[in-house]
């Protein structure tokens, strides 16, 4: 055990003294690689990591000013987009809904318009109260005229994913893309070596209230997220062999930067939303400098069977990250392309961006206020017909 | 808009891609004497061609055109071609390619997942690089990607 131990006030103290040490999860893998861990461990402050997935389980809140008269929505409607009121001008705009007039058009494309601050159409009408009386209200608004416009991201980041592939004779269209029957093809999304939570797989860095830059825009780590499976069975490095933990945020919208903000749509699964992520790991002690050290060779996953639509899916085995990566992988002993769904150019250089921004003293680590429940077992949704008991 | 990079590739490179269905788009001029034969239905039975009419003229004297999209085999497709032309249809192929907004792709990867014929990959910075001469224009492409940036020209 080497005797070096940093804490997150000295690393702040270096940010802002302009001496802090930081790379890229990429340049940090090639001063590994030249230099050994022990280097890393010595001269070192902080790894960025970061990723640019699609995502689901987004929600953005937006809260309007009050009319003359006094409104308190009842129905709403954000670019024909169904918009749920919570409060009388309060309304929640799901990610991943779609427009009444155009499917393939989504919550994530509102964001994307909102962020580039393009003018968005509101259609609402009132409650009938005696306080608020306006029935109809109709308006085109820009992000600046809100009085608060946030992202909630339910799986801000994710430690993890399957690889899709389909045994049968007909092609699927899923969340995973287009899979072509008789194994033609497979796809995988993760940012896998790049990616904050195979960086620090067990969340010993990284817990409520870290702060995760989303788009641009410095948000907030508010516990595990959707789909969070940290009991899910680990390769010897600890890394999860599917979806392992997951993690919420939360930002303000406003100072996102449009090119990380991308609104979606995938065939016969509906809208999505491309958003870029990243969260600084401070290189603490020799543990975390060497769960840094994680290269895609040690990074497992599970080849899934989509062709039949049940919870529980045949599984073809497991392949590393390696080998996904060179284009093709050996399926039930055929030679399957193998095809990422999420940017890893796009990760590379979103960790560049934070890295100037530590460098140029705009953004500071946080220590977390609490760890990540990561004892917690996925719950599963089963029918139960009759009386509550 | 031209792909980022879109080096040259010779001839060796190219893999066979007869196996691999294919699309074209042709317009077909019928003489008076042809304009009742069955001709999709050939297509079909005989050559295993979907055919899809995107425009049906007939003009006054009874000549004809038809515009249509052929999906099927590329060996298949030249036969049938060969057949239409004996049988005194002037066949007129549309030419017709992929083209990738570089600018507003974000380098996914989901095209690459739908393109059998090997003509998309990412190069060693992980950016899509598009290698023309390989693609077969299936379009499985256009609508594989999610930030709608590839379009078909005609
Ligand atoms: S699917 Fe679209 S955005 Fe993704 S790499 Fe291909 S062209 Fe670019
Ligand atoms: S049209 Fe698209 S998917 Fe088909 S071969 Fe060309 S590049 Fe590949």
């Not at chain 1, 003294?17 to 090639?30: D, F, I, M, P, Y």
């Not at chain 1, 601050?117 to 109260?129: A, N, P, S, T, V």
């Amino acid at each position: 055990m080497i005797d070096m131990n940093r804490s997150y006030s000295e690393i702040n103290e270096k940010i802002k003294t302009g001496t802090a040490k930081v790379l890229t999860a990429l340049e940090s893998k090639e001063v590994i690689k030249e230099k050994g861990v022990k280097y890393l461990l010595e001269n070192i402050d902080v790894v960025v990591c970061s990723a640019f997935e699609m995502h689901v389980n987004a929600l953005l809140y937006l809260s309007f000013g009050q009319t003359d008269p006094l409104i308190y929505f009842s129905q709403a409607y954000i670019n024909d987009i169904h918009a749920y009121p919570v409060g009388p001008t309060d309304l929640v705009l799901s990610c991943v809904a779609s427009s009444i007039e155009n499917h393939e058009y989504g919550g994530s494309h509102v964001l994307e318009e909102l962020v580039k601050g393009k003018d968005i159409h509101l259609k609402g009408f009132g409650k009938h109260l005696e306080v608020f009386t306006n029935k109809e209200f109709e308006t085109w608004f820009n992000l600046k005229q809100l009085n608060q416009a946030r992202l909630i991201l339910n799986q801000a980041v994710t430690q993890n994913n399957i690889v899709a592939a389909n045994s049968g004779d007909k092609d699927i269209n899923s969340y995973m893309g287009t899979l072509i029957g008789k194994l033609e093809n497979s796809t995988y999304n993760s940012s896998s070596y790049l990616n904050p939570l195979i960086n620090d797989p067990f969340c010993k860095t990284v817990g409520i209230g870290t702060k995760i830059w989303i788009a641009g825009s410095q948000g907030f780590i508010t516990g595990h997220g959707t789909n969070h499976n940290p009991l899910q069975k680990r390769n010897k490095f600890g890394i999860p062999l599917a979806t392992g933990t997951t993690l919420s945020a939360n930002c303000d919208i406003n100072s996102m930067n449009p090119k990380w903000v991308r609104g979606g749509y995938l065939k016969s699964f509906g809208p999505v939303l491309y958003i870029g992520i990243g969260i600084p790991v401070p290189v603490l002690n020799e543990e975390i400098a060497h769960s840094l050290s994680i290269t895609d060779d040690k990074i497992h996953t599970t080849i899934v069977d989509f062709s039949i639509p049940r919870r529980t899916k045949p599984i073809f085995g497991q392949c590393s990250y390696s080998e996904l990566r060179t284009s093709t992988i050996l399926i039930n002993n055929k030679p399957t392309l193998s095809a990422p769904l999420s940017s890893m150019s796009g990760a590379i250089e979103i960790a560049g961006l934070i890295r100037n921004e530590i460098q140029n003293k705009t953004f500071y680590l946080s220590e977390p206020i609490e760890r990540i429940n990561t004892e917690i077992e996925m719950k599963k949704l089963d029918p139960r017909l009759g009386e509550a008991v | 808009m031209p792909p980022k990079k879109n080096k040259k590739q010779d001839a060796s490179e190219i893999p066979n891609t007869s196996s691999l269905k294919t699309r074209r788009r042709v317009v077909l001029d019928f003489p008076a004497s042809q304009i009742q034969t069955p001709i999709t239905y050939i297509l079909a039975k005989e050559y295993d061609i979907a055919s899809n009419i995107l425009r049906a003229e007939i003009a006054p004297e009874e000549t004809g055109k038809l515009v249509m999209e052929m999906d099927g085999l590329p060996d298949k497709l030249d036969l049938a071609i060969e057949r239409m032309k004996e049988l005194g249809i002037r066949v007129t192929e549309i030419a017709r390619k992929v083209t990738f907004d570089m600018d507003s792709c974000i380098h996914c990867g989901a095209c690459i997942s739908v393109c059998l014929a090997g003509a998309l990959k990412l190069d060693k910075d992980y950016h899509l690089e598009f290698i023309e001469p390989k693609c077969t224009v299936c379009e499985m492409c256009v609508t594989s990607c999610p930030v709608d940036v590839v379009t078909i020209n005609i």
